[in-house]
């Protein structure tokens, strides 16, 4: 058992925080209330090399582990959540799955440009009608000569406006297929931008299908095998979420443990009230053992193992937590943590929406127990197992 971390992933973590700190965190709030992507931070993340952190060198990519991208989502969340979420959906939604999908020609044409953040990923599965059921989903990817013609309509896709390839998903001949889509094929268009409760500074676009087409050979993985792709792709895409939920909950922890040194009321600091003491006590405990879940699940991910219920549970919990410690950030700051002022109100918000995408917190239960039952299902058909059952009745 060892509780460190390797001297790369400790050097990346450094050089990710020091770039949080110095690139993203002094424009977080600006963007927020303007509204905006930072498209000069994303060059200057390319530049760092942290757009294809996790990436194969030989498609263009740092070549880190899992955990040192999930390092690199933390440390980028805690200064500014939308870029974190722009990376992060970039990167394991948007690139993740052509490596692991894809066949070596895709590969090598459509990753290297990513990783470079030359384009910008983004992933499209939710539709109007529905999103966590997935199956669901009612874009068509009609049958034509040489390819497919996307007809439909994709809901609140994180990069849509300004990226360069989308893993999308449709309904072909043969069921739900992931095609790899150029965002300037004819026939795309927007809807509205779309106005949200926090992660502001990220993207999240409805894509418009009209009769799209693409070419048989960037359809990712067999035709009517995109679930798989769609899952596969989510089973690591959580891990990087339930990070980002780490690095909002780290944020609002901070500030508010450096508030409650300095606010003083009745004679002391807020922080010797023990009502305060025993807040920030809990706060950090929740935080360190959230923060064990997601290294463990990217841990399981480098190492080759399933990772579907470890990555759940990290997100299940670190979201949970995120939510918890924001709101009582707000509440160690008093009436100034309601205030726009200070950025923990920001924090509150951000936090809301990593109970919902990529899998919503009653997903990642259903995820976890089915897990669990099938684990039970499986010891009662083992020979031997019988009598050590429980006595019900
Ligand atoms: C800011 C933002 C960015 C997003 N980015 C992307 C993106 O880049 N790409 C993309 O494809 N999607 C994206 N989404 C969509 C997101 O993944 C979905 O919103 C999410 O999966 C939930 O789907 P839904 O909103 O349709 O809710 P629904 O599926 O309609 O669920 C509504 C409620 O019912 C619960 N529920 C549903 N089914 C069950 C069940 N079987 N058992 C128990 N409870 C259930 C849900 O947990 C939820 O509480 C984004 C969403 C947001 C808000």
């Known amino acids: 058992m060892n509780f460190e971390l390797a001297g790369e992933q400790q050097e990346i973590r450094e050089r990710a925080a020091e770039f949080a700190d110095r690139e993203v965190a002094p424009h977080a709030a600006d963007l927020d209330r303007e509204d905006r992507v930072p498209v000069e931070t994303l060059r200057k993340m390319a530049d760092a090399g942290f757009m294809g952190l996790c990436v194969p060198e030989e498609y263009g990519g740092a070549g880190a582990d899992f955990l040192s991208y999930c390092l690199l989502i933390e440390e980028i969340s805690r200064a500014d ?35 470079r953040g030359e384009r910008i990923g983004c992933f499209a599965l939710t539709e109007p009608e529905t999103g966590s059921d997935a199956a669901a989903i009612q874009t068509q990817a009609e049958k034509v000569e040489g390819g497919y013609r996307i007809s439909g309509h994709k809901q609140w896709v994180t990069n849509g406006r300004v990226a360069g390839t989308m893993i999308l998903f449709a309904r072909a001949p043969e069921g739900i297929t992931a095609i790899v889509v150029p965002m300037d094929a004819e026939g795309i268009s927007f809807g509205e931008h779309a106005r949200k409760m926090g992660v502001i500074s990220a993207t999240t676009d409805d894509v418009l299908f009209d009769n799209v087409f693409v070419p048989e050979e960037d359809r990712l993985g067999e035709e009517g095998k995109g679930l798989r792709v769609a899952l596969g792709t989510l089973d690591a895409g959580r891990i990087g979420i339930a990070a980002q939920a780490v690095g909002i909950a780290e944020a609002a922890f901070r500030y508010a443990a450096q508030y409650a040194a300095t606010r003083t009321t009745f004679g002391k600091p807020i922080a010797e009230h023990q009502a305060i003491a025993f807040k920030l006590a809990e706060m950090q405990t929740k935080i360190r053992a959230a923060r064990l879940l997601v290294h463990e699940a990217a841990w399981m991910k480098d190492r080759g193992e399933r990772h579907t219920e470890s990555g759940a549970r990290a997100k299940l919990y670190a979201s949970q937590v995120a939510n918890e410690i924001a709101y009582e950030a ?39 127990s089915r897990a669990i039952l099938r684990e039970q299902k499986e010891s009662l058909e083992t020979p031997g197992v019988e009598e050590s059952r429980p006595v019900v009745g």
Request: charged share 25%; proline share 5%; net charge negative.
């Open 330 to 368: 707000v509440q160690i700051l008093g009436g100034r943590g309601y205030m726009k002022d200070h950025p923990a109100e920001r924090h509150f918000r951000d936090a809301r929406v990593t109970e919902i995408y990529e899998g919503t917190s009653e997903i990642q239960r259903l995820v976890i």
């Open 81 to 115: 959540a939308g870029v974190g979420v722009t990376l992060a959906v970039h990167t394991s939604a948007g690139t993740l799955p052509i490596i692991m999908f894809g066949e070596e020609e895709q590969k090598s044409r459509w990753v290297p440009p990513l990783a």
